[in-house]
């Protein structure tokens, strides 16, 4: 069964990320890299990318005449995916369990970050009928 | 033979020979990780030279020979290796090849490789991989589509099992008597995660995958062949077939469901129907009635019935009263109550259901909820079943299931909607 564990913060979140310093931002990415392989090695990683800030996001709607008409400023309290990881577990336990990991990763200071991570099953497979 | 056709058929034997293969080489040098993956690497050669040169005289022993030099070549560099290590004198006695016991032609290992990939210390998803790629002979890279993971996460999915394997110290034998049993339920039970994998799919919105299904019954029928005589590896190849058979008419042209109610039974593969229905009566005929074959019973009277309506459900419900007794499947509770329901009303139906609710196992589950909303419809509560289609609408993770379930939600809405509009009609007209 396949699940994304997403990472969202508010435009607030980004821009506290962005003044974190630089022996901070090398121990989160240190961590992110040797999360990532583990995944990977233990078999379980499908996907993992980390996103663009919420200043290059933009909201798309077609108008009328079919054309896109963008949309970029947004309230501070909109939630942003930072980024997401989708991954191939036996049960939500095993889900929620590395999600908790990611959760952890080291903040300023080197201590946990504690960020929330929204865990949904992708769309899969059909209950067994006989 | 036109290129195709010879890649086709090479491929084909290839995958029939890689357990024969692997069980030689195995046999031979005694380290299954590493003869694993030297067959591998045999069988991707064999595919590019035969349809390039033509069939080898014996394909089998040219396999087991290209096989045996990639073995050999990493046995002599992990033997450098360790005595780089200068630890090379107590393993070198281990790590020689026993010759002798190289190509003898009857003899077929791939019972035991059988039971050495459906270990019961893996996890399901690494007993497949492994049972995939070492029995069915796939690629990993053919695994990894399947199941919609990249190849690197598959290759140390395999990887991780094979070294649980040889962590467990298993010797390359068949289980002993007292194992066997067991041993041989996780195997089979190995196959059909497989079959339903390829049947239900797993991933996103394509309903059924056919390669996956179509490895599981080849791998079944590899079983039922090497043990003729047990009832209930007859009996999963029976199921396998039997459910395969409605492939066609299970879903329509942009890949939603069609239930068992509304399909059109001539799309029904009879051919599949036929040889299911001959396995399993003989299967039953031996006495030693399990799970797979009561399971394959109820398909097959599903499968016999004329028309949905014609359907025997007293049958079907003697068989799921028999299936209670084998299964702990909480899913067999549920089906039970659809049975009930069909023999003895929706009322019976929906008190067995109400029973199920506090079963921690169903708990929060769709199909729970899907039954509820089905039973709740036939006994004319219409507003109650809208409420349990749409809760497990919200539940399933499956697309087309979850589309399905939205249908019949809107389906309802609609007639209440009308009805109400209908009931306020005939109210004016009688006031006015």
């Known amino acids: 069964m396949k699940y994304i564990l997403m990472m969202t913060g508010t435009k607030a979140d980004f821009d506290w990320y962005a003044r974190w310093t630089k022996q901070d931002l090398e121990a989160q990415a240190a961590f992110m890299h040797a999360f990532n392989k583990e995944l990977k090695d233990s078999g379980v990683l499908v996907s993992a990318e980390g996103l663009g800030f919420p200043d290059q996001a933009r909201i798309v709607r077609a108008g009328s005449d079919g054309q896109p008409i963008t949309d970029g400023v947004f309230p501070e309290s909109k939630e942003f995916l930072a980024g997401y990881w989708i991954i191939d577990v036996e049960s939500p336990e095993r889900a929620y369990q590395i999600a908790a990991r990611a959760s952890a990763a080291p903040g300023p200071g080197g201590k946990a970050s504690n960020m929330p991570i929204e865990v949904r099953p992708v769309m899969s497979g059909a209950p067994k009928q006989p | 033979m036109s290129r195709e056709l010879l890649d086709a058929s090479s491929d084909h034997l290839l995958r029939e020979l890689a357990p024969q293969v692997l069980g030689a080489v195995v046999r031979r040098f005694h380290d299954f990780a590493a003869a694993e993956d030297a067959v591998q ?116 999915r395999i990887s991780r099992a094979k070294a649980s394997i040889k962590a467990s110290s298993l010797p390359f034998q068949l289980p002993t008597a007292q194992e066997r049993a067991q041993r041989l339920r996780t195997v089979l039970h190995v196959l059909y995660l497989i079959f339903n994998e390829g049947y239900t799919s797993s991933a996103g919105a394509q309903l059924q995958r056919l390669e996956l299904s179509g490895e599981a019954i080849r791998l079944a029928r590899s079983v039922h062949a090497l043990l003729p005589d047990d009832a209930e590896a007859a009996g999963l190849l029976a199921l396998m077939l039997l459910t395969d058979a409605r492939r066609a008419a299970r879903s329509g042209p942009d890949e939603e469901l069609i239930p068992l109610t509304k399909q059109d039974r001539t799309r029904w593969d009879r051919a599949e129907i036929s040889e299911g229905i001959a396995l399993l009566t003989a299967a039953l005929a031996k006495g030693s009635i399990g799970p797979y074959q009561l399971q394959a019973a109820i398909a097959a009277v599903h499968d016999e019935a004329p028309s949905a309506e014609q359907t025997d459900w007293p049958q079907i419900l003697a068989l799921y009263d028999l299936l209670k007794r084998t299964s702990e499947n909480p899913m067999v509770l549920l089906n039970h109550a659809i049975a009930e329901a069909m023999v003895h009303g929706p009322v019976k139906g929906l008190e067995l259901v109400a029973e199920l609710d506090s079963d921690p196992r169903l708990a929060g589950h769709h199909r729970l909820d899907a039954v509820r909303a089905h039973l709740l419809e036939m006994a004319g509560d219409r507003a109650a079943a809208l409420t349990h289609y749409r809760l497990a609408a919200g539940r399933t993770t499956s697309v087309p299931e979850r589309n399905y379930l939205i249908a019949q939600a809107a389906r309802l809405s609609g007639d209440t909607a009308n009805k109400v509009q209908a009931t306020r009609g005939a109210d004016l007209t009688e006031h006015s």
């Open chain 2, 41 to 156: 690497e045999a069988l991707l050669a064999a595919a590019m030279q035969w349809p390039r040169d033509g069939l080898p005289d014996s394909p089998r022993g040219w396999l087991i020979q290209v096989a045996a030099r990639r073995m050999t070549d990493y046995l002599r560099s992990e033997e450098a290796r360790r005595r780089r290590e200068t630890e090379a004198a107590a393993e070198a006695a281990h790590l020689a090849p026993d010759a002798g016991v190289v190509t003898e032609p009857g003899h077929d290992d791939t019972l035991t490789l059988f039971f050495m990939c459906c270990h019961p210390s893996l996890t399901p998803s690494s007993a497949i991989a492994l049972t995939l790629r070492a029995v069915g002979g796939l690629t990993t890279a053919e695994i990894a589509h399947a199941f919609l993971v990249p190849e690197a996460t598959m290759s140390q």
